[in-house]
């Protein structure tokens, strides 16, 4: 059984803050739902399946169900970290084609902006019941220096270079210049990419994504329902998921779980890397979106260096436009999660909403694509391909 | 930018599960968990073979050598410390600081030497040093 064209995206909302010191995380919930719904052109009671993750307060969907007052018959707080909300729209798919439920909303909010979270560079004790916690904690890992050493290991294996990473990061400020609510606009080269202060060798300062409060929320529909509404019609074609760890101490940096969620995705839909017009690539990091172009097959391994250089993934210059919303390395990376955002720009390529200035024309074939966890440890992937219907 | 510093180490909360590894741990010792069936070495170690679910019944003593398969040198800490895998002859790559060294002169396939490093009130952590 596949969910190829069993579901739609109608709804998708991205909360415009970028630091909320005067709202509650369930509040921000509560208005990316409110903002998602009214997209869609649906109403609250519509709404019989919900979507969380661990951003979210409260014991898995418990509060949130609560707070927001939802009748729902289907519920999943699936926690992959950042690509979460790529699982729970394939999560949503499978659901809504099994008829579990049929109007689906997925949230997410956060506040680390706010609270001075030191996203990227503390180390987190977490619970000593974690199984891999007192082999790793002691060394201090933190999300900075792991993908770190992916970068560093697919430099000596591949030969990629610190200026080949930058192109990634000043593409997505090309993108951000003309994003209003963008946390950073300014158009940066590859020399600025390169003078910025090293976090953790080789990545350099901007080489990381921003830390913002705010979110985002997806309406997943029946095609009934998707059919009933004055929105654009965004066709889910194909999901993919998969999770990848150390190996049992076999550990391989080079590779990411998309090399698996991709081509799971590819074949549910139908679809090859050359056909997908616009990509949301997860942006935590620069390594890691390179890391993903390869892994999802839109150049070889070991490929992704000169791939991404010469502007290749800025719309309207390269062959594949990336993260037009200027992405999580300057525009938003809300809870520190970065996979909701990432369907919602998209979700704006394919009705074509959005800026003009970098609008992939007839875009009618797109691929988002998240990772969450951390990169040289544990992390999950999540895939999905859309079609402009 | 010469020698390291020492970093604090936050001590290791051992279980049941691993509290074999570091009583070794104590004795100076790096063990490596090994199956009693399908014989292959893991870490970190676990009661089960990740591989094929029997019990991991043996433990190997690591000769103590191996060899930098990656590295980052976390510029942003209080005291700049380095992460890394560590390749082991014994078949495993394991999670590691890299101390007592000069960090501007670590280099991926550098031979590292097994030390031990006390934690704070905890048993003392595996650690490599260039050889
Ligand atoms: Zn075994």
């Given at each position: 059984m596949s969910i190829r064209g069993k579901a739609y995206i109608m709804g998708a909302y991205e909360h415009p803050t970028r630091k909320a010191p005067d709202k509650s995380v369930a509040q921000l919930h509560a208005e990316v739902a409110a903002g998602a719904l009214a997209d869609a052109g649906l109403a609250k009671d519509d709404v019989d399946g919900y979507f969380c993750a661990g951003d979210a307060p409260g014991m898995g969907p418990l509060s949130m169900v609560d707070y927001l007052n939802l009748r729902v018959r289907h519920v999943d707080a699936t926690d992959t970290g950042g690509s979460s909300y790529l699982v729970h729209v394939a999560h949503a798919a499978e659901a809504i084609a099994l008829g579990k439920c049929r109007v689906a909303l997925i949230t997410l909010a956060g506040r680390p902006r706010s609270e001075g979270m030191a996203t990227g560079t503390a180390p987190r004790a977490g619970n000593p019941a974690i199984p891999e916690i007192q082999f790793e904690y002691p060394y201090a890992p933190t999300v900075a220096n792991m993908y770190a050493m992916c970068a560093m290991r697919h430099m000596h294996e591949f030969g990629t270079t610190s200026e080949q990473l930058a192109w990634i990061k000043v593409a997505a400020s090309h993108h951000a210049q003309h994003n209003p609510h963008a946390l950073l606009r300014e158009v940066v080269t590859v020399a600025d990419v390169l003078a910025s202060p090293l976090i953790a060798d080789p990545l350099h300062r901007l080489d990381c994504c921003v830390i913002t409060d705010g979110g985002g929320a997806l309406v997943v529909v029946h095609p009934d329902i998707a059919k009933s509404l004055k929105r654009p019609l965004v066709k889910i074609l194909g999901v993919g998921e998969a999770v990848k760890g150390q190996f049992g101490g076999n550990v391989d940096l080079t590779f990411s779980a998309a090399a698996w969620s991709g081509p799971r995705a590819f074949a549910e839909a139908g679809v090859?890397?050359?056909?997908?017009?616009y990509a949301s690539i997860y942006d935590s990091f620069t390594i890691t979106v390179l890391m993903q172009i390869e892994d999802l097959g839109f150049c070889e391994k070991g490929q992704g260096g000169r791939f991404v250089a010469d502007g290749n993934l800025i719309s309207g210059v390269g062959k594949l436009p990336f993260n037009t919303d200027g992405g999580g390395l300057c525009n938003n990376h809300p809870a520190n999660r970065g996979g909701m955002t990432k369907v919602i720009e998209a979700v704006r390529q394919l009705r074509g909403e959005a800026h003009p200035a970098v609008q992939v024309k007839n875009c009618a074939l797109a691929l988002a694509h998240g990772t969450g966890g951390s990169l040289g440890l544990r992390h999950g992937s999540a895939t999905v391909i859309m079609e402009r219907a | 930018m010469g020698m390291s510093e020492r970093r604090k180490i936050p001590a290791p909360e051992a279980n049941p599960e691993t509290a074999t590894y570091w009583d070794g741990a104590r004795a100076g010792k790096l063990l490596i968990r090994t199956c009693g069936a399908c014989g292959k070495p893991h870490h970190y170690p676990r009661a089960l073979c990740p591989f094929c679910f029997q019990p991991a019944a043996r433990w190997i003593e690591a000769a103590g050598t191996g060899e930098i398969y990656s590295f980052s040198v976390m510029r942003r800490a209080e005291t700049p410390y380095a992460i890394a895998y560590v390749r082991l002859p014994e078949g495993v790559t394991m999670l590691t600081n890299l101390i007592d060294c000069d960090f501007d002169r670590l280099r991926i396939g550098m031979k590292v030497r097994l030390v031990f490093q006390d934690s704070a009130g905890g048993p003392p952590v595996a650690m490599f040093t260039p050889v």
């Open positions: 090859k890397p050359g056909d997908i017009q | -």
